[in-house]
């Protein structure tokens, strides 16, 4: 098997644009056994019904690692590891921490120190600020955040890619 650079690659768009399936294939052309990290909650029934649906699309040649919030502290060195996803991940941390400020600390300090590794990294996330700005003020606080996250992730990123319909735009 071929020897990987450390690279960090930002999938985005908007919901069910088709980020997951892209990340997993790329996932998979560059490894034949990746890392799935899962960032997710399950908060209710039909939040249920789509992480089974995921789950059930990755084969075995995956090692899947649940993790709400302390991506670090698993060891993937040498790996190809997709992170799905950052929206996920970040609202682990609103809902916990509450306070925008404390949520970007922790996240900041969390990406880096799981960066740090030497690693192919593939972070998929949403693109929640292309439509309107909501009348809801704990929205509009997320919203900030999620902003904030991307905008900090796709500055650390070698790669950066926009997914709309399930078609892919590489955009840095």
């Known amino acids: 098997m071929m020897q ?3 690279r960090i690659v930002l999938i985005t768009g908007g919901q069910r644009s088709g980020k997951s399936a892209f990340a997993e294939n790329m ?10 990290m899962a960032t997710s909650r399950i908060w209710d029934d039909d939040f249920a019904q789509r992480v089974k649906v995921h789950q059930e699309r990755r084969g075995p040649q995956w090692t899947n690692i649940e993790e709400e919030k302390e991506l ?3 060891q993937v060195e040498g790996r190809v590891v997709l992170i799905d996803c950052c929206t996920l ?10 306070e925008i400020e404390q949520c970007k600390t922790a996240l900041k300090a969390e990406f880096d120190k ?6 192919y990294f593939i972070f998929v996330t949403n693109e929640i600020g292309l439509g309107g700005v909501s009348e809801n003020e704990l929205q509009r ?3 900030d955040l999620q902003g904030w996250l991307n905008q900090y992730v796709a ?3 070698n ?14």
Request: hydrophobic share 40%.
């Open 89 to 98: 991940w970040a609202t682990n941390y609103f809902f916990d921490l509450k």
């Open 4 to 6: 990987l650079e450390k």
């Open 159 to 172: 790669d950066v890619y926009f997914l709309i319909s399930g078609i892919s735009l590489k955009i840095k």
């Open 114 to 119: 799981l960066t740090e590794q030497s690693a």
């Open 155 to 157: 500055s650390k990123a």
């Open 27 to 36: 996932a998979l052309s560059l490894s034949s056994q990746p890392v799935y």
């Open 141 to 143: 606080k997320f919203t």
């Open 72 to 74: 670090s502290r698993h």
